[in-house]
Nanobody
Framework: WQLVESGGGSVQPGGSLTLACAVS????????VGWFRQSAGKEREWIAS????????FAADSVKGRFAISQDNAKNVMSLEMNDLKPDDAAMYYC??????????????????????WGQGTQVTVS
């Protein structure tokens, strides 16, 4: 099972970026795909996730209203649209996947260790 992120780059504060996570080999039914980020000297933190195939989405308070997670089931691609970016948003962004029997677990199971499959990350710089 493979996850490949893309779309990172450098933007000015207030700018926008959309990250993509291409998922291959992972079943759509009853699975959860999450986005995490990690900046230098900090722990990796959960920022959003989406339950499949229903499409229920969840986001951390720090990004709610600015970031939106979505899915294209036909292409098996999860996207993270990021708006009004701030310098604190600069980080390496990772997508991750796990099996999830319910959307509730996709929302409450936000721990890094609960995700079994990870991409290599894509860098976002805001300056």
């Amino acid at each position: 099972w493979q996850l490949v992120e893309s779309g990172g780059g450098s933007v000015q504060p207030g700018g926008s970026l959309t990250l993509a996570c291409a998922v291959s080999g992972f079943p759509i039914d009853r699975s959860c795909v999450g986005w995490f980020r990690q900046s230098a000297g900090k722990e990796r933190e959960w920022i959003a996730s989406i339950y499949r195939p229903g499409g229920n989405t969840f986001a951390a308070d720090s990004v709610k209203g600015r970031f939106a997670i979505s899915q294209d089931n036909a292409k098996n691609v999860m996207s993270l649209e990021m708006n009004d970016l701030k310098p604190d948003d600069a980080a390496m962004y990772y997508c991750a996947a796990k099996r999830s029997q319910t959307s509730l677990y996709c929302n409450t199971g936000r721990m890094v260790g609960s995700y079994a499959y990870w991409g290599q990350g894509t860098q976002v710089t805001v300056s």
